[in-house]
């Protein structure tokens, strides 16, 4: 036990002097997530803001020939604004990108409207640049909107009810909670929480192991009287405290983050408060053991710094993988996904986040399973320490 | 004392260590001296328990190697090959860490460590971290901490290699002074001249096996050559003729 503790304490303090090591795990994976995170949600933000206030540039040409078509555009929130000289230029514009999408009124248009031949008008729009498909899109349902008015219009004019129009009333009822809503963006602050985790100990798995072994003091170290089983295990327990600082770090920068982003403009109220940061801690305490020793596991078979870094990469992506095909596929909790190391913290964290009632045998199997995939890892550092092929 | 009998080792299709048997006793200085990948590092890396040999025992004050060695690594300082240290450790902590592993009682480690650091002249910069430390004042911080345990037996693996004369002088006072306490020192090298001035005994190794055992008086007599640098060249030639 006292090598255990000597160890641990030893690797410790050798790594918070170490500045690489520090950064990764206080600076980078906690900061990053929040960081990138919040740069996404203002992104969202805007975006959502945008379809719904503001107004939008539509470029007419022929603007005097349906002034009363013209009236109703601007009473949905599309400025007017004068087009290209001719309906050649129109198209040339819509195609450079000078003007995401041109309306054009012809002369008659009028004329036509009055004899109720259908009128005709042109938008000219570039369906393969998406950002003005959007606009064109807009533009498109105004003037349907327009259309159905007129023909509403007209039904009642010949003493008929316009109703008959309207066979059907297609009534959108979201019944997603605010809380909900916000899982599916929130979904991926799990996965920087793993990412963060991994990431803080991540150096100093490599340090202990292979980075020992190229400096050439594990050699001397292994000469000692010390059983190398204890010897490992303080080296696991070290790297452990590192992404347990750094997973800490990152819920709490989380918290404050949220804490500033006006979501509830998105429309989502996130159940973060510090009793939920707590619990999303200790449920991704046992993903730390397991994080622990898997890189160490994989660091000690390295020969060099530089070739555990590559190994590490691989490890670091591998646990965010089913969290990524899990929100791909938008799969919803069941109990086979909780004997799969993180998945089934993410799983479980989402709910948290949405305010939902929590499964306790879930949980319990989560942590049962990332308990029992971490055990045996730490037991294949024990073993493989205890060989001598570990110096090569 | 140690006593090797017979140990092979091999790696893949190399056969680096073809049953050696030497014995250092307590109180004498053993030279294992060789040319490069004569297997002189293999035979110490058995001893001090990183290696398990193929065939064959050794034992350190009576603890084998194989069969109970964390027994024989209570009873061994050890000195590795190119050891290297903890860059942002200082000197005094990169050996206290190991008075810690080693056993020392928490209360007797500040002394321990500051005796063994006087003991080597390494004052000027214990409280220095060892990063950017010349390889003399490495050398002897490793020193340092394979004897803060007070070891009977020392293993020291080229010891004096990328040393100045200086340093190399005052490891060779050092080395001497271990052995008037009676301790069992056991180095190796590759310097003719180093293993002379020193060694009591001299174990000469070529392609893993043992040339020669004997002091250097005997080792003069027995290969008929006065000259120390001749004896050598001639008792490696008797392993490579055959």
């Known amino acids: ?392 | 004392m140690i006593a090797v009998d017979s140990i092979h080792k091999s790696f893949g299709k190399v056969h680096a260590v073809r049953g050696v048997s030497f014995t250092a006793p307590d109180g004498k200085i053993t030279g294992l001296l060789g040319p490069n990948g004569a297997g002189k590092s293999t035979t110490l890396r058995v001893l001090y328990t990183v290696l398990k040999p193929d065939r064959g025992s050794a034992e350190i004050d009576g603890s084998d190697v194989v069969t109970d060695s964390l027994a024989a690594r209570q009873k061994i300082g050890a000195l590795p090959h190119g050891a290297g240290l903890y860059p942002h450790l200082s000197a005094r902590e990169n050996v206290a860490y190991y008075a810690k592993l080693c056993g020392v009682d928490n209360g007797e480690v500040d002394d321990r460590v500051a005796s063994i650091i006087r003991l080597l002249e390494i004052e000027e910069f214990a409280d220095r971290r060892t990063k950017g430390f010349s390889q003399g004042q490495r050398t002897k911080v490793s020193l340092a901490r394979a004897l803060v345990h007070d070891p009977q037996n020392v293993i020291l693996d080229e010891p004096t290699n990328g040393l100045d004369v200086m340093a190399t002088r005052s490891l060779r006072h050092l080395i001497l002074k271990l052995k008037d306490a009676g301790r069992c020192v056991l180095f190796s090298s590759h310097v003719m001249q180093e293993v002379a001035a020193l060694c009591d005994d001299i174990c000469i190794i070529a392609n893993g096996q043992v040339a020669i055992d004997d002091s250097i008086d005997g080792i003069r007599e027995r290969t008929g050559q006065d000259d120390l640098e001749e004896a050598f060249v001639a008792a490696i030639q008797l392993v490579g003729d055959e």
């Open chain 1, 1 to 392: 036990m006292r090598t255990l503790l000597t160890v641990f304490f030893k690797e410790i303090i050798d790594n918070i002097r170490d500045r690489r090591t520090l950064a990764s795990a206080l600076i980078m994976g906690p900061i990053f997530g929040p960081v990138l995170f919040a740069f996404v949600i203002n992104l969202s933000i805007d975006r959502a803001l945008d379809d719904a206030e503001s107004s939008m540039d539509l470029p007419v040409i022929g603007q005097e020939h349906a002034p009363n078509l013209i009236r109703f555009l601007q009473s949905r929130n599309i400025d007017i604004i004068d087009g290209p000289a001719d309906v050649d230029g129109a198209a040339e514009a819509v195609r450079t990108g000078a003007h995401d999408v041109v309306l054009v009124i012809p002369e008659n248009f009028g004329e036509q409207l009055a004899d109720t031949i259908p009128a005709r008008v042109e938008l000219f729009s570039d369906e393969a640049n998406s950002q003005g498909e959007k606009e064109a899109r807009r533009a498109r349902s105004a003037l349907y909107a327009y259309n159905q008015q007129l023909a509403g219009m007209r039904l009642s004019a010949r003493g008929v009810n316009p109703m008959l129009l309207r066979p059907i009333n297609i009534d959108e009822i979201d019944v997603s909670t605010p809380s909900g809503r916000s899982a599916m963006l929130l979904g991926m602050m799990s996965y920087f929480f793993i990412f963060a985790l991994l990431m803080g100990g991540m150096y100093l798995a490599i340090d202990t192991t292979a980075g020992e072994r190229e400096r050439g003091s594990l050699e001397p170290l292994l000469s000692l009287p010390i059983t190398r089983g204890q010897l490992i295990l303080g080296k696991i327990m070290a790297t452990c405290v590192f992404m347990a600082a750094s997973l800490m770090l990152s819920l709490l920068s989380f918290y404050v983050v949220l804490k500033f982003m006006p979501l509830e403009q998105l429309g989502m109220t996130p159940n973060f408060d510090p009793g939920v940061v707590a619990a999303a801690f200790l449920l991704l305490l046992p993903f730390v053991l397991l994080g622990a020793a898997l890189m160490t596991l994989v660091a000690s078979f390295t020969k060099s710094y530089k070739e555990a870094q590559t190994w590490l990469s691989v490890v670091l992506v591998a646990p965010t993988l089913p969290v990524l095909v899990v929100s791909i596929l938008t799969l919803r909790p069941q109990l086979e996904f909780m004997f799969v190391p993180s998945l089934s913290q993410h799983l479980i964290l989402v709910d948290m986040i949405k305010n939902e009632p929590l499964n306790g045998l879930f949980i319990a199997v989560s942590a049962g399973s990332t308990l029992a995939i971490a055990g045996a890892l730490t037991w294949l550092c024990v073993r493989l320490y205890r060989r001598e092929g570990l110096l090569g």
